[in-house]
């Protein structure tokens, strides 16, 4: 079937598909679950391109658990990493198990601040789980327990990804041809 974005000539090509996405979104939920039977656990993701893969994920753990959500705003490339937080969780997480749930990693600054920020509230333990490592592009050490996919260095959209607030929506991850992003 030929889906509309599909036909999107800025669209190169899927890169991880909605059947990949699913399976391998299985197999994490299995191995979180898993892990973190009797424990305390709380999802946490940064808003907006963690959300996606965060419903699917959530609804393949069978563990009780509950999320919340982040939001910030970066100073730009110079601020190492440091970001404002613009929406703090709604819940304090001392003793409690986190998982940082990412759509991507790319440098790795911005997860690194905010894992730093969270682990002064003294949660039981703080780990990470990404859909998408960009792991040619990291700057700096970042422990990832739980990882679904190794991409390359290209600009990815769909499935939370987005390019200027659009594509988050398409059911697989896809690269965009270099012109429209490289200039
Ligand atoms: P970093 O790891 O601090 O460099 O930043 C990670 C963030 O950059 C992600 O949460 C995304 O918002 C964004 N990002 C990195 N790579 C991509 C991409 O290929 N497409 C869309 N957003 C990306
Ligand atoms: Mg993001």
Known sequence: ???????????????????QIAARVTELGHRISCDYAA???????????????????????????????MAVSSYGPGAGGAVAITK?????????DVLMVEDIIDTGLTLN???????????????????????????VDLPIEYRGFEVPDRFLVGYGLDLDGIWRN?????????EVWDG
Not at 47 to 69: E, M, N, W
Not at 113 to 139: E, F, I, N
């Open 170 to 178: 398409l059911p697989s991850v896809a690269t965009l041809r270099e």
């Open 113 to 139: 601040y905010l894992l730093k920020v969270l682990r002064q509230r003294r949660p039981a333990s703080l780990a990470v789980c990404t859909l998408l490592d960009k792991d040619v592009r990291r700057l």
């Open 1 to 19: 079937m030929m889906r509309a974005h599909l036909a999107d000539s800025r669209i190169d090509r899927i890169l991880i598909s909605e059947e």
């Open 88 to 96: 703090d969780l709604d819940d304090a997480i001392e003793d409690r």
């Open 39 to 69: 424990r305390d656990l709380v999802l946490i993701t940064v808003l907006k391109g963690g959300t996606i893969f965060l419903a699917d994920l959530c609804r393949r753990i069978d563990t009780v658990h509950s999320i919340d959500f």
